[in-house]
């Protein structure tokens, strides 16, 4: 049995809201004791007064969560300036978090920290990551290397990067009754847990595929041996770089591929920054989509996730979308949820946020990867 249960508020003042999440999940709950949860925060609360009174109604919870850009739930739908909170039961998985400190200063260190801190709390094996860890002080494709250091190149890994609304300032990531920066907290799966997911972004390569031959990290220098900003005025014209025409970049099987968007670019010599990595010679395309195209991906996502959980019953689905999905959609943000509580033929307890980079494997099997401007869809359940 694996039973999830969601509770999520947008009252302003921190104590009440945390009190009505407290309040719909014990309803939920009917009696049953959570061992696990996971929390999705605006900036502005006062996250150790919400942390410590969830420890208080739940004692001995194994609980992470961040701060976000948006928050989704079945309860209130898509909400900004609001806490959301997901909590689990069973009697057949176990469920047990840890964090990882100064990922800016090592992430393989802070990863591996955050996994072995978790590991130790049971004798069983793995099945399943979540984690939300920073976004601003270190490459989150830099974190993720580091989890699959720790947990196996083909594990599994889902979540998304804390946010701030924006402002790029400064975020924060929970652990039990602590509020972090600059860490990693994961929450590991063991047991008889079932998942599935999917990952759409509407957006379609087109164009000839070129190679990456000139990078540092995730500043592009050269396409094809030519400035990369050539490579984008070839396209665009005087239209500068922008999140609206992300780079696809093709995994190793040549079909697959994830996207990367541009935040900046270099005039003087051609250079362009993007939001996460690009290995040295990826192929990759540059890449468009309408409004449409975008609000289509969130149902593909979710119908790819259904069609291929490997159970009869979900216990519940949780979604991680992108901040720049939320501002490029505005006021039609809202419909990305809708999108998905419509092709399921019971309630579905869901829970999610928009965060500043996205993680999932591709496809059902295979590496975990790094996404940009993606919608991510994780349905759980058990045998």
């Known amino acids: 049995m694996l039973k999830i249960v969601v509770g999520h508020s947008n009252d302003p003042d921190s104590l009440a809201a945390v009190e009505e999440v407290i309040q719909q999940c014990t309803t939920s709950l009917t009696g049953e004791t959570p061992q696990a ?5 605006a900036i502005d609360f006062d996250h150790t007064l919400i942390l410590q009174q969830i420890h208080q109604a739940f004692p001995g919870i194994e609980l992470i969560g961040g701060t976000t850009d948006g928050e989704i739930s079945s309860v209130l739908e898509f909400q900004q300036d609001s ?13 047990f978090a840890g964090v990882g ?21 049971t004798t069983a094996v793995p099945q399943l990551c979540l984690t ?13 290397n580091g989890l699959k250091l720790a947990l196996g190149e083909k594990f599994p890994i889902f979540g998304g990067l804390a946010a701030d609304q924006s402002k790029y300032q400064n975020t924060y990531q929970f652990f039990q009754t602590e509020v972090f920066s600059d860490s990693v907290p994961v929450l590991l799966f063991s047991g008889n847990v079932l998942f599935s997911h999917g990952v759409a972004s509407g957006w379609f390569p087109i164009g000839k595929t070129s190679k ?12 094809d041996g030519q400035p990369a900003l050539d490579f984008y005025r070839h396209y665009l014209g005087t239209l500068p770089p922008s999140m609206e025409y992300p780079l696809a970049v ?3 099987d040549g079909v697959s591929f994830y996207l990367r968007a541009p935040i ?15 290995p040295e010679q990826a192929n990759i395309q540059i890449s468009e989509a309408g409004h449409q195209d975008i609000l289509a991906a ?7 996730a259904m069609n291929n959980y490997p159970g009869t019953e979900p216990a519940g689905v949780l979604f991680f979308s992108c901040v720049a999905r939320r501002q490029i959609l505005g006021m039609e943000t809202q419909q990305e949820y809708l999108n998905t509580k419509n092709y399921f033929n019971q309630f579905l307890p869901a829970c999610g946020f928009y965060s500043n980079g996205e993680i999932a494997p591709i496809k059902s099997t295979g590496k975990t990867h790094f996404h940009n401007e993606t919608f991510v869809t994780l349905i759980l359940g058990t045998k």
């Open 37 to 41: 949860g996971i929390l999705f925060s």
């Open 83 to 95: 806490i959301t909170l997901m909590l689990f039961c069973s009697d057949e998985i176990e469920i």
């Open 101 to 121: 400190l100064n990922v800016s200063i090592d992430p393989i260190v802070a990863a591996k920290q955050a996994v072995e801190q978790a590991k130790t709390k």
């Open 132 to 144: 939300h860890p920073e976004s601003l002080t270190t490459s989150g494709v830099s974190i993720l």
């Open 212 to 223: 990456v031959t000139k990078v540092k990290k995730n500043i592009v220098y050269e396409i």
């Open 250 to 252: 093709f995994d190793e």
């Open 264 to 278: 900046a670019y270099d005039e003087t010599i051609g250079s362009i920054t993007f939001f996460a990595d690009i």
């Open 298 to 304: 969130s149902h593909a996502s979710f119908m790819n």
